[in-house]
């Protein structure tokens, strides 16, 4: 009895993971194999960049900004024992277009619209809605999956980019207004030293980012099952998932995209 | 037309439907009836191929739904109108019951008549056309969702329990609306119901019981038929009647 339980439990956590990558698998085969054979729809996919993106400005900004502003309160004191304050500017320009910029909006957007996406589609799962569409003969990933992944990940750079610039004008702020750096000392380096290549990279990175948090969480609303409960779980489990994914893809992300010169 | 042939559904170790076998009658209503939890929604969806049964074969006019790869071509034929309605809540009503022409990309003015004429056969006015399915009762949101359904012409609907958390009047008014489309439009009607009103309009009843179809047969000869399991449902008896000659059918 023991021997069998025991097998029961070594055989299940074997089986549970390898049904949950093979499931993602599907979803995403079936993702791809509509987004190839169908037309995509403007319209939605402008919808869900306002919906993801447009609606989490505010947050974006927010977030940004002070990002920026403790960046350079923070560093402030290092850079000042050994004279190297004008480099203030650089580090806080650098940190938020490569990674602060893409990674905070990552999380946010995760927060805002991930956990929406999750509960929407989650709802409609359980209400049968989904299955309506599909005895409409109207494609669910069509329909619903395809327009929050390309409007995710064609609206996230474009945030992210909100994000930079505000981060870079938090740190601005503090840093003249209240660590006594100058304007000049503060903007000069900014321009030797990131260049269009750093912030191609943030950008790129902010795309993936936008991606991943789309397709988890329609993945997750799509597969939610029972009532309130399931919707619930699977919001959380959206959150969760796309944050940790997010944080994961950004060290490879940054290995390939900025490298380390030796 | 639609024929099951031991078709059975397994979740996790339970067999929801045990070898369900029923030839269903093309141009009538069938009911399938049944305590909750035999299984006949699931039955239900296994007609139209949303749930794939473990085996069996359900075969609509030839076709063996569960060896069909593009299941539009079921969707084509058969119409499904859900228990709770299933509209989208963010689309207004014009937009649930036009989607499917709509999503083709024709023209709003175009789909507008269509829809209206949808409407009408579901005794809804055009007031309901820009609200949202919330701003509706239940049972105007049942129509809406019969409209819906009735957009691409199919020949057979199925209703999963088309008047669950209705009022006598209102269930009446479904129940009349699915009797006079079968009979206007020549459907063929598979109903899932627990409302025992439905046997004044249906005409072959089916009793789901422990997964399998215990009983089946005209809707007059299954409301005075002696057989305890129908008695027991049809007069909502929790335990069976004691003896065999304890209760007198009398309608």
Request: net charge positive; glycine share 10%; with cysteine.
């Amino acid at each position: 009895m023991m021997i069998t339980r025991a097998a029961d439990w070594i055989g299940s956590l074997v089986i549970s993971p390898c049904t949950s990558i093979g499931r993602f698998m599907l979803f995403f085969y079936q993702t791809m194999c509509a987004l190839m054979r169908t037309k995509p729809k403007y319209g939605k996919i402008f919808e869900q960049m306002n919906v993801i993106g447009i609606q989490s400005l505010t947050i974006t900004v927010i977030t940004g900004t002070f990002a920026g502003a403790v960046l350079a309160y923070q560093s402030f004191d290092g850079f000042h024992r050994f004279g190297g304050e004008q480099l203030l500017g650089t580090l806080v320009a650098l940190t938020m277009i490569r990674e602060l910029g893409p990674v905070l909006t990552g999380l946010m957007v995760t927060g805002r619209a991930g956990s929406s996406i999750a509960a929407e589609i989650g709802t409609m799962r359980i209400s049968e809605q989904i299955d309506a569409l599909d005895t409409l003969r109207i494609n669910p990933f069509q329909y619903l999956i395809i327009p929050r992944i390309v409007g995710a990940t064609c609206i996230m750079p474009f945030l992210t980019l909100f994000a930079m610039i505000m981060g870079i004008c938090g740190g601005y702020v503090v840093s003249t207004m209240f660590l006594g750096l100058s304007p000049e000392e503060y903007t000069t380096h900014i321009s030797e030293h990131v260049d269009l290549l750093d912030i191609m990279g943030g950008l790129v990175k902010s795309a993936v980012f936008g991606c991943i948090i789309a397709w988890v969480s329609c993945y997750k609303g799509f597969n939610t099952v029972g009532g309130a409960r399931g919707v619930g779980i699977a919001t959380t489990q959206s959150v969760v998932s796309s944050s940790i994914l997010i944080i994961i893809a950004n060290y490879f992300l940054a290995m390939v995209l900025f490298g380390v010169s030796s | 037309m639609i024929e099951l042939i031991n078709v059975k559904k397994r979740f996790g170790n339970r067999w929801v439907t045990n070898g369900v076998s029923l030839k269903i009658p093309r141009n009538n209503m069938t009911v399938i009836i049944g305590r909750s939890g035999e299984g006949k929604s699931i039955l239900l969806k296994q007609i139209i191929g949303l749930i794939k049964p473990n085996c069996g074969q359900i075969l609509i006019d030839g076709t063996d739904v569960t060896k069909v790869r593009n299941r539009d071509t079921i969707f084509e034929k058969v119409g499904y109108v859900f228990q709770a309605a299933a509209l989208l809540d963010s689309l207004t009503i014009f937009e649930n019951i036009g989607l499917p022409l709509l999503e083709k990309n024709i023209k709003p003015h175009e789909i507008l008549p269509i829809v209206k004429e949808k409407l009408a056969l579901v005794n809804l006015t055009e007031e309901v056309l820009y609200k949202f399915p919330v701003e509706l009762s239940g049972g105007m949101q049942k129509r809406v969702g019969l409209a819906r359904t009735l957009m691409h012409n199919p020949q057979v609907m199925l209703y999963d329990e088309p008047t669950t958390g209705l009022d006598p009047v209102n269930a009446r008014i479904i129940h009349e609306l699915m009797s006079s489309m079968q009979k206007k439009l020549g459907l063929t009607s598979v109903v899932v119901s627990h409302d025992i009103d439905i046997f004044q309009y249906a005409n072959y009843v089916a009793l789901l019981q422990e997964g399998v179809v215990k009983h089946f047969g005209e809707a007059s000869q299954v409301w005075n038929s002696n057989n305890p399991d129908l008695y027991r449902f049809i007069r909502g008896l929790a335990q069976k009647p004691p003896t065999h000659t304890w209760y007198q059918p009398s309608v």
